[in-house]
T-cell receptor, first 115, second 117 residues
Framework: AQSVSQHNHHVILSEAASLELGCNYSYGGTVNLFWYVQYPGQHLQLLLKYFSGDPLVKGIKGFEAEFIKSKFSFNLRKPSVQWSDTAEYFCAVRSLSSNTGKLIFGQGTTLQVKP | GAVVSQHPSWVICKSGTSVKIECRSL??????MFWYRQFPKQSLMLMAT?????????EQGVEKDKFLINHASLTLSTLTVTSAHPEDSSFYIC?????????????FGSGTRLTVV
């Protein structure tokens, strides 16, 4: 079955530490990939997306992600986290073969950054 | 940028009553909107795809007679939870995708917290 898996459910880091959140998907064919962030009490916001081209994608707030097709992965990274990065992070996949445009989300990762 | 307005932001209703949630794209047109349900500390589960001028497409396991979706215009989709029960209490989120222009992804509403008592 098609699915999106985020390995880390809850991550706790100190400020200035580096971050990497894993995301793997199990779709065949061409996909579009997204990372969203949900700050406490707020709606989902797009961090970055990958459609095609350079597999290293840079997003807002210093985040980046690398698409590795052979590993079906799209891991999110940030070299130095801040307390304000405390939030819920969701990886999402859109399969272009389905033509519905629907996004399927991973389980989410709660990031807690300690000051 | 694209903005999606969702209303109400929270609602409390009695068991057995129906509740309507609205999702509006404020500055763009959307032929397709999506409705998600999010349980506490969990991910967004896609409930259905709302298509302007046609029937919604429901995900497996979602009761279409219970969660009525209407997408009457290019800027408005509504989700009605009929005969609500406490187990329907959840956070409902809509998202919309622009009809034209650069495909920059999806814009999400701020969500509706439904509590059925």
């Amino acid at each position: 079955a098609q699915s999106v898996s985020q390995h880390n459910h809850h991550v706790i880091l100190s400020e200035a530490a580096s971050l990497e959140l894993g995301c793997n998907y199990s779709y065949g064919g061409t996909v579009n990939l997204f990372w969203y962030v949900q700050y406490p009490g707020q709606h989902l916001q797009l961090l970055l997306k990958y459609f095609s081209g350079d597999p290293l994608v840079k997003g807002i707030k210093g985040f980046e992600a690398e698409f590795i097709k052979s590993k079906f992965s799209f891991n999110l990274r940030k070299p130095s986290v801040q307390w304000s990065d405390t939030a819920e992070y969701f990886c999402a996949v859109r399969s272009l073969s389905s033509n519905t445009g629907k996004l399927i989300f991973g389980q989410g990762t709660t990031l807690q950054v300690k000051p | 940028g694209a903005v999606v307005s969702q209303h109400p932001s929270w609602v409390i209703c009695k068991s057995g009553t129906s509740v309507k949630i609205e999702c509006r794209s404020l500055d763009f047109q959307a032929t397709t909107m999506f409705w998600y349900r999010q349980f506490p500390k969990q991910s967004l589960m896609l409930m259905a795809t709302s298509n302007e001028g046609s029937k919604a497409t429901y995900e497996q396991g979602v009761e279409k007679d219970k969660f009525l979706i209407n997408h009457a215009s290019l800027t408005l989709s509504t989700l009605t939870v009929t005969s609500a029960h406490p187990e329907d209490s959840s956070f409902y989120i809509c998202s919309a995708r622009p009809v034209t222009g650069t495909d920059y992804g999806y814009t999400f509403g701020s969500g509706t917290r439904l509590t059925v008592v």
